[in-house]
């Protein structure tokens, strides 16, 4: 065996997002061992000290398997591993090495340290490229502006948007930037405090953008939702009607200095039907969030929010 193989990457987001992709079965079989031609069957992932995971990519007529063992989670600073990988079949033949991924903040994101332990001797090669393009495919799913999950009773929504942090929270606490985007109304921003809504989606369209006949009886329609915890400029959670369809936290957090990663997470759904709803709804004015801070036009806030829906609806297929 040869003592070890380093490698480093610099990812343009911040070390919680990078950390998290490793761990969250959904975002890891984007880019942990996928190749370009194979076709990823399981990724089961028990992320705790003394877990484990199986990784299982179909390459041709083959299914290549991997294996993890978790020895040390420190969320987002350090994540180890034992190792080991081989063709389906022939498991007991496959020795366990060891992996180790530092992430460190950089003034654009986040530097990650992977070694790995163990590698057998002219193997080298071939293991370091498999890791280079494991790390590129990271970085380009991380630095993707749109990774969400949907299922059927929780939405998560993942964005970075190009502003500095307090300028994204003024966009959700104060009524009228809110309103640009999503529905505005008196707010009292403390735990326990009123979250008005106020629904003028007739406004978030800057182009000629008729109102489907199943929200036009909603226009003017006003009311209170309860703010559960708030942490200016990082945190905001409020229920949705009164907690009987969940509540939703949106969490900010910067990266560098002119950009915010942004996840908004809504928990408690009551199954597919307010998952597709809420998936159109969320997904639709995150589109527009984003716009509004670039400067850019709206044409038509419900082409948005069918396309969401449509997402959403696929993701639950």
């Not at 992977?114 to 001797?121: N, P, Y």
């Amino acid at each position: 065996m040869t003592d070890r193989l380093v490698i480093a990457r610099d990812i343009a987001v911040t070390p919680e997002r990078v950390f998290d992709a490793w761990l969250d079965p959904v975002i890891a079989r984007r880019f942990l061992f996928k190749t370009g031609d194979g076709e990823m069957l399981t990724c089961e992932i028990d992320a705790r000290v003394g877990g484990q995971a199986l990784i299982v990519e179909g390459r041709g007529d083959q299914d290549a398997l991997h294996r993890l063992l978790y020895e040390e989670i420190d969320r987002p600073r350090r994540l180890v591993f034992q190792f080991k990988a081989c063709i389906a079949g022939s498991d007991q033949d496959a020795e366990w090495t060891r992996v180790m991924i530092e992430i460190a903040p950089t003034g654009s994101g986040a530097r990650l340290t992977l070694t790995h332990e163990g590698v057998w001797a002219g193997y080298e090669g071939r293991t370091l490229q498999g890791w280079t393009m494991i790390l590129g495919n990271l970085a380009d799913t991380v630095e993707d502006k749109l990774i969400d999950t949907i299922t059927a009773r929780q939405l998560r929504f993942d964005r970075v948007i190009e502003a500095p942090v307090e300028t994204v929270w003024r966009y959700l606490i104060e009524p009228d930037l809110r309103a640009r985007w999503f529905m505005g109304g008196e707010t009292e921003p403390r735990a326990g405090g009123k979250f008005g809504l106020t629904f003028h989606h007739d406004a978030l369209s800057d182009g000629d953008a008729p109102m489907p006949d199943r929200y036009a009886k909603n226009v003017g329609k006003a009311w209170f939702e309860t703010i559960e915890a708030i942490d200016p400029p990082c945190l905001l959670s409020f229920t949705w009607d009164n907690g009987e369809a969940g509540t939703v936290a949106v969490e900010l957090t910067p990266v560098g200095d002119a950009r915010t990663q942004l996840v908004l997470t809504h928990r408690g759904l009551r199954g597919p039907d307010d998952a597709v709803s809420f998936g159109g709804g969320w997904g639709a004015h995150l589109d527009v969030l984003e716009r509004r801070i670039a400067g850019k036009r709206v044409e038509n806030f419900w082409t948005l929010h069918a396309e969401a829906e449509a997402r959403a609806r696929a993701a639950l297929a």
